[in-house]
């Protein structure tokens, strides 16, 4: 669907990320007509296509918690979502089932993999501890240094720059009008309640809008009456990406408490990544790519001696408390919230567009949304 003039939707979703299209595609899904703004060029050009595509809530949980049942309840969902999306659109997200390695290369590492087994064992989680020698006879590239392992077999990946193609094209499948290049500048809010949304391309009118900005959903203002804004803060992470030997010579997800690879059929190993507050500044810098370089090498020596042949820096979207910010507002009718996803954008993006379509089609707030409502936030200041 092109840039046409449309003045009105059902619902509005601002932001053209993973999260913004799984959205839009479920509120079609329930026969909503959605009107989706994207600022950039093409939908999903930033965090969308700088993530690594790691599902893998597992490896990275150290409790069982509300927001451990939501990542599993994410992760769970990629197989039928992949499926559906292959069927829609011919697309092959490349959902990887080879499962995903955490390694220990010190007392401390190790410890940290104990518990982390120990807890999941008892949570009845499929997860398995190798010794370095079963850790080196699963994937060979592992250093020698290794010292334990976990695996976790339902931690998996996708290939989320192949999402975001598939989802941009199931969405105008399913009747979703994209509009590029429009962003979105202000709320229009009468009595309580969303009328309008103001963008660069006019007034839309509609009674529901969606909030799924990612690192950019702080900026949105609103004239009429205000609304209480949420702080969402950019993060940087910086990713590498090497060429790989043919045949593969290495095929799990596999983290240390340092960094982690990502090897991807089509022959590419990606490494990451840093944690920066540095603001919008999409560099990749020596510093970074030093750091990145050397807990890549630390799990599989070999990384060393690859060519580099892209590199890449995103935005991951993060509220105060790290979790995401999910559902209504409770003090302006028909606005929600889908962002604050920080680290787990790609793995949240499915689940969160049925939570958020579901409670706007029923009116009725999903007990796993619960624990992200916004207004667990005193508001930063109303806008
Ligand atoms: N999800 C991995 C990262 O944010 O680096």
Redesign the pocket.
Known sequence: MGNQEVKAAEAVVIGGGVVGLCVARSLALRKMKVLLLERGENPGMEASSA??G?LAPQC?ADRADEFFELACAGRDLYTPFADALREETGIDIELDRTGTLYLAFTEEDEAEITDRYEWQRRANLSVEKLNANEARELESWISPRVRAALRFPLDVQVENRRLVRALAESVKRHGVQVRTNAEAIRLIIDRERVVAVETSVGVIHTSVVVMACGAWSSFLTSSGSRFPGVRIEPVR?QMLCFALPSPRPVRHVIYSPRG?IVPRRDGRVLA??T?EHVGFEARVTAEGLRKISTAATEIAPQVGGLALTDYWAGF?PRAEDDLPVLGACSEVAGLFYATGH???G??LAPVTGELIAEQIVNNETPALLNRFSPDRFTPVGMF
Do not use: F, V
Request: glycine share 20%; proline share 0%.
């Open positions: 993530a690594g790691m990275e992470g982690y990451g990544s944690t991951r920080y680290r787990n790609i793995l």
